[in-house]
Nanobody, 124 residues
Framework: QVQLVESGGGLVQPGGSLRLSCAAS????????MGWYRQAPGKERELVAT???????NYADSVKGRFTISRDNAKNTVYLQMTSLKPEDTAVYYC??????????????????WGQGTQVTVSS
């Protein structure tokens, strides 16, 4: 079992910055890819950024040059530094981890795990 706890969301003015954090805990053997997704009202959840265990990153075109994803493997934590925020960035942001983990006393299992989501609102 893996738990993901997010923090850092809130209200910010256009052009401002926020940093989101997501810490994973539980019976983790290895975390592979981690990422951030977002969902605005009435829209589908979309990928924002991903980062592999060795640090390779990918970004949605809409956030390239403005957002930076990073991770601290020793802390099982992924970050999303958001700058030059726009009103269209307003959404619930979700952390995701792909990991090998043990559920209860069972064998290792490879699954995707999601955080609870944190609200980011960009408005003047």
């Amino acid at each position: 079992q893996v738990q993901l706890v997010e923090s850092g969301g809130g209200l910010v003015q256009p052009g401002g910055s926020l940093r989101l954090s997501c810490a994973a805990s539980g019976s983790i053997f290895r975390i592979n890819d981690m990422g951030w997704y977002r969902q605005a009202p009435g829209k589908e959840r979309e990928l924002v950024a991903t980062i592999s265990s060795d640090g390779r990153t990918n970004y949605a075109d809409s956030v390239k040059g403005r957002f930076t994803i990073s991770r601290d493997n020793a802390k099982n934590t992924v970050y999303l530094q958001m700058t030059s925020l726009k009103p269209e960035d307003t959404a619930v942001y979700y952390c995701k981890a792909e990991a090998w983990a043990r559920v209860g006393f069972g064998p290792l299992s490879y699954q995707g795990y999601w955080g609870q989501g944190t609200q980011v609102t960009v408005s003047s």
